[in-house]
Nanobody, 123 residues
Framework: QVQPVESGGGLVQTGGSLRLSCASSGRALNRFGVGWFRQAPGKERQTVAVISASEAFRDYADSVRGRFTISRDGAKATVSLQMDNLKPEDTGVYYC????????????????WGQGTQVTVSS
């Protein structure tokens, strides 16, 4: 069983940076497609960035492309999301999730979800 655990959220000013990290308290994330998703109050959960198990493929939401970077640390079996030039509209709860597939951009194929970490960007 994969059990993602997120860390690294917090409060930051517009233009600042945060780095989120995702590990698993169960099976390691190395062989799973992993994604970061966010949910703002009153809105649907949206995909932010996804990465394949091999790290060969990545995809980003248009709203974060060029500002966010998803990556893997193989030795630590973690997946990170580096968020730069943050904007107030990036505020929300950020979730890490894993898929049984090595690579997918389909949100409903991510079946193992963490509890989420709050990111708040002040204007």
């Amino acid at each position: 069983q994969v059990q993602p655990v997120e860390s690294g959220g917090g409060l930051v000013q517009t233009g600042g940076s945060l780095r989120l990290s995702c590990a698993s308290s169960g099976r390691a994330l190395n062989r799973f497609g992993v994604g970061w998703f966010r949910q703002a109050p009153g809105k649907e959960r949206q995909t932010v960035a996804v990465i394949s198990a091999s790290e060969a493929f990545r995809d980003y939401a248009d709203s974060v492309r060029g500002r966010f970077t998803i990556s893997r640390d193989g030795a630590k079996a973690t997946v990170s999301l580096q968020m730069d030039n943050l904007k107030p509209e990036d505020t929300g709860v950020y979730y890490c999730a894993a898929s049984e597939r090595n690579w997918t951009t389909q949100k409903d194929e991510y079946v193992y979800w963490g509890q989420g970490t709050q990111v708040t960007v002040s204007s």
